[in-house]
């Protein structure tokens, strides 16, 4: 257990003794008045690596001397690309390499998903969501069983939707998983809730799903590269994430599914194109849909190098930076966070994040919430406002540091201090 003091002395101590403190030097961050901003928004658009642009430039180069015979190069051929990012990736999320395929993005993976894992039967036809799932999430659900000619309100249970706001708590969910063993067909959650950065326990929900034979996929949109996560051995069977926040891959990059090994001989019903044909027979340019024998199967089209370029680039700084130690800074960032936050009073802000979490997390303001906000971000931080009263902020382990937290709780005192000498 570590003992703070608090001063800015002890910050500066926590930085000097960080083995990762100098990674944030392979970043660009945004200014103000030409001074770097202290930017918490790795949990909604991670910062661009500066290498991102010399990853891109490569594939243009290739484009530029060989043309469409860059697919087959000797060196770096794009045909293999696909290869150095399911390494990386593998460890980030706890799969097998073979486990993950990099394609599309994250609602359009969702669908893809839908297709092949959400198997009504009789009257196990019911889908499992939490309350306050991200929007895109209910759209794909919602419009993908109306697709099926399904009753949404009659198929997809939402777990305590009148909890104002908030979502369910991880006993909760089991709780309506028992109730409701008999009907599940799926249970979709996701790993890290956008909201209040709440980090449901998958490995429970998955064993619970297993027990009832219903299948379970999570979103890992705000999970991927932020907790760690053992989607092979908790016998996850689906799960769908983007790479543009902590992954740092660049707005819209190129998102990633996992599909356990055990369904990947399945006959599962699937959408099929080109790019998911066994590399070898692919260009045999044969009617019959020869699978990949690997989660490659759910690709549709050309890999677009460019977005795997950039997601590349980002994952080689997770290799050198090394995901255990990574995790290692953030549970200490956490606890350097919670410490200070606990000599705020009590009635300013509840924090809603439970301890169960990752980088982010929302504070709900009972008054002036969006003044604070305001006149943090002109101070020169970026966290986010949620409305009506949420403050979001997720120092990340990759770039941020202790004395900039220490410089956030600072200003934090000094606003609510002047506000409420205001009033
Ligand atoms: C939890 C969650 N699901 C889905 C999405 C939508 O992702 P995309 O725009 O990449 O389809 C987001 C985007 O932020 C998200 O946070």
Redesign the pocket.
Known sequence: METFQYSFDCAQQLDKEDPLFSFRNEFLFPKKDSKDRIYFLGN?LGLQPKSTKHAIQKILNQWELEGVESFFSEEDPWLKYHDKLVGPLSKIVGALPQEISVMN??????HLMLVSFYRPVGKKNKILVESK??P??QYALYSYVRHLGLNPDEVIIEINPDKEGLPPTNDEVLKVIEKHKDELALIFL?GVN?YTGQLFDLKSIAEAANQIKAVVGY?L??AAGNVPLSLHEWNVDFACW?S??YLNAGP?AI?AVFVHEKHHHENLNRLEGWWGVKEEQRFLMKKEFIPSPDARSWQLGTSPMLLLASLNASLEIFEQAGWDQLLQKQQKMIAWTDFLLNSFDQDIFDRITPAQRGCQISLQFKQNGKEIYRKLFEGGFMIDWREPDVIRFAPVPMYNNFSEIWQFVQALKEIINELSLEH
């Open positions: 909604s993005q994250l609602t359009v993976n969702i799932a991200f895109s999430d996701s956008y979103d949109a705000h983007c543009y926040k819209g998102g």
